[in-house]
């Protein structure tokens, strides 16, 4: 949480506390994968097939020693055919609290694209000021 000073008042604000994943979309999915195997190193789970191979990189959460936290890495099949001059990266900030974040969003009129749940945790979708798509996670645990 930062603190910023507004009006003369110190305003308390939530902040992101995390990268929760990196995608990757491409115009052959399986393909990207099996190079970044065979250049990285990274063992890319099959998530479903033709589609989505992933990994996840586990780490000790800083405040919580005894909890595993982890950051996704995944390549995406692009459902439309991308030019060789743009690509789409989307990264996952991770959030504590998703609802009290995005009030936080719309009171300074960023406008909530899509919101969703999973049995894993909360997502919302925003844009940058440039068009660019991010992508906001709580995890359930």
């Not at 890495?73 to 990266?89: G, W």
């Amino acid at each position: 949480m930062t603190r910023n000073v507004i009006g003369g008042r110190i305003e308390k604000r939530i902040s992101v506390d995390g990268i929760g994943g990196v995608f990757i979309y491409a115009n052959d999915a399986k393909t990207l994968s099996n190079w970044y195997a065979l250049h990285f190193g990274l063992r890319l789970e099959t998530y479903e097939e033709g589609k989505v191979y992933g990994t996840e990189f586990k780490y000790r959460s800083l405040s919580d020693s005894s909890k595993v936290d982890s950051t996704v890495f995944s390549i995406t099949q692009s459902k439309v055919s991308l030019p060789p001059e743009r690509r789409e990266c989307v990264i996952n900030y991770r959030v504590r609290d998703l609802p009290a974040f995005l009030e936080q969003l719309r009171a300074d009129g960023i406008e909530i694209e899509k919101t969703e749940d999973f049995d894993y945790g909360r997502f919302a979708w925003i844009k940058d000021p440039e068009g660019n798509r991010i992508e906001l996670y709580q995890p359930l645990s």
